[in-house]
């Protein structure tokens, strides 16, 4: 498969917590997807309450 054509390249695709990205394709041909997550929730630093 030498002559096999190129694959085209894929936009980056976006939503509200998620990105993809199109990895190269490796010496057999496949093309894989890089996801990379954002986190859904904010995180606040532990504070000890007030002794009463």
């Not at 936009?11 to 997550?37: C, H």
């Not at 986190?39 to 000890?48: C, H, R």
Request: charged share 25%; aromatic share 12%; glycine share 8%.
């Amino acid at each position: 498969m030498s002559g096999a054509p190129a694959r085209p390249k894929v936009p980056e695709g976006k939503s509200r917590f998620l990105t993809t990205r199109q990895m190269p394709a490796n010496e057999k041909g496949y093309v894989g997807y890089d996801t990379i997550w954002e986190s859904f929730q904010k995180e606040v630093p532990y504070q000890t309450p007030k002794k009463p």
